[in-house]
């Protein structure tokens, strides 16, 4: 019989490559696997997977039906930390009773709550200008959309699911600190169930210029939760350097973003990106955009790169940002001229489409924690399609093109340093050369998927060959 783990993910699958490498290498060691996602869109997956998945709806938290096994493990998480009770109570006790309410006295208590939790959490909180890119993330509707709606109503959609299975698994994957707080519940219900806890980012650190309150608030839930888990880990060593310490809590281990590998044999298909091109230097941006990705400071230092030198090619899913980024490339005099914005392609296809490219661009700004220690995909598949890397400097990601010797770093906030490496990647076609060679070569035989999750792949086969014995009596389905 083979051991069984679910993973709970706060997003449909198909939105995260790593969950599906995470569920590939769990069942190459023998597990089953189920995942339960959340979100309005159904899986559109490349290709068949070895595992079964589900996305469902999240359910309103209001709506919930509290079974005393969940009220029981909250309670006994609430010992930890004050905010553990925060995150059950009030949303029940405070949204439930008192936000539905019509009474004026009821009313009158709910203003008061909230204006005592701006006043804990937000005292030194900046008034935001309507023009501050960053205003909804300093504002308290923001904080409180995630305490008392968002991060409930994943945690009961996920308690939900967990009970409609035909029996309790051995194995909880829970990916980032959104599925957390079930994923503990159900093992204080369950204790001989196996935890890992996945930290794709330092979650607390995840916005722009959050306020203290919000920021500390969930770093004390994650220390509270964190202690439950059999098994930690996050993207990056300075990355889980820095939980170790914030969070007391040792070890957690450091398995990075890295696309699995695939060979990349035959000649470079050359499309449409080589014809604009036309010769020139070919550089190449392509993932999502986001606040503080520096995709703007890109554009503002590209109208002093001459244009019968370098293209500029970003590749991007459609958004308001994009838009914004048109505009901005037409007001510059860059669009269609040495500035492009190709069609996106699917997650399968970003290897094979980069190799067209010289250069592959990552510009996150190292303004919040998550970027400075970061793991991005894009590091690996630049590196997989063979490109030189030209980078912000970012901790991690320096590491990595120091040791391999494959791309140059400048500084995020200085448009002159972006501009000077530019113009040195112009000047210079034979170090270009030398490091789209050694990006290929490492990445091949070092940062890869298949080699650096080795430590994952062990815990799966120790978990895998462990006797099953002392879980059989829960293969019963569960009792309401």
Not at 339 to 350: D, G, N, Q, R, S
Not at 406 to 430: F, N, R
């Amino acid at each position: 019989m083979h051991r069984r783990m679910v993973v709970l993910t706060d997003v449909p699958i198909h939105k995260d490559p790593r969950i599906d490498w995470v569920c590939q290498l769990a069942v190459a060691q023998g597990l089953n696997v189920h995942v339960i996602g959340i979100g309005t869109e159904q899986p559109n997956l490349d290709q068949e997977i070895p595992y079964t998945a589900e996305t469902l709806p999240q359910l309103p938290w209001k709506n919930f039906q509290y079974r005393p096994s969940f009220l029981r493990s909250s309670w006994r998480i609430a010992k930890h930390t004050r905010i553990s009770l925060l995150m059950e109570i009030m949303p029940v006790a405070i949204f439930v009773l008192i936000r539905n309410s019509s009474h004026r006295l009821i009313k009158k208590l709910d203003k008061l709550i909230f204006r005592g939790i701006r006043k804990i959490f937000f005292k030194k909180m900046r008034n935001a200008s309507a023009n501050d890119p960053f205003a909804y993330y300093k504002n308290f509707d923001f904080f409180a959309s995630y305490l008392f709606h968002i991060y409930p109503e994943i945690a009961f959609t996920h308690w939900e699911a967990l009970h409609q299975l035909p029996g309790v698994p051995d194995i909880l994957y829970c990916a980032d600190l959104t599925t957390l707080f079930t994923g503990v519940a159900f093992k204080l219900k369950h204790p001989n169930l196996k935890l890992i806890y996945d930290a794709h980012e330092f979650w607390s650190h995840a916005f722009p210029e959050t306020p203290r309150g919000f920021v500390k608030c969930f770093e004390w839930l994650e220390k509270a939760l964190i202690r439950h888990t059999d098994f930690a880990m996050t993207v990056s060593p300075p990355l889980a350097e820095t939980m170790q310490a914030i969070l007391s809590f040792k070890p957690i281990a450091c398995i990075p973003n890295c696309t699995p590998y695939e060979p990349q044999s035959g000649p470079i298909i050359e499309t449409e990106m080589t014809r604009l091109a036309a010769g020139r230097v070919k550089f190449l941006f392509q993932g999502g955009l986001h606040p503080l990705r520096g995709l703007e400071e890109l554009l503002t230092a590209w109208q002093w790169i001459p244009k019968e030198r370098a293209a500029l090619f970003i590749r991007c899913p459609e958004s308001p940002m994009k838009n914004e980024l048109i505009e901005l490339s037409k007001h510059l005099g860059l669009f269609n001229e040495s500035v492009y914005f190709p069609e996106p392609v699917t997650e399968a296809e970003l290897v094979s489409s980069a190799r067209e490219a010289d250069i592959g661009v990552i510009t996150y700004l190292p303004d919040i924690l998550n970027h400075l220690y970061a793991c991005p995909n894009k590091l690996s598949q630049y590196m997989q399609a063979g490109l030189m890397l030209l980078t912000t400097r970012l901790v991690y990601i320096d590491e990595v093109l120091k040791q391999y010797n494959c791309g140059i770093t400048y500084d995020g906030h200085q448009l002159e340093s972006l501009t000077q490496a530019i113009l040195y990647i112009l000047d210079h076609p034979e170090a270009v050369q030398t490091c789209k060679e050694n990006a290929a070569y490492y990445s091949k035989h070092e940062f890869n998927w298949e080699i650096q999750s080795l430590p994952l792949a062990k815990l799966f086969r120790e978990y895998s060959a462990a006797s099953i014995s002392e879980n059989v009596y829960q293969r019963e389905a569960l009792k309401s």
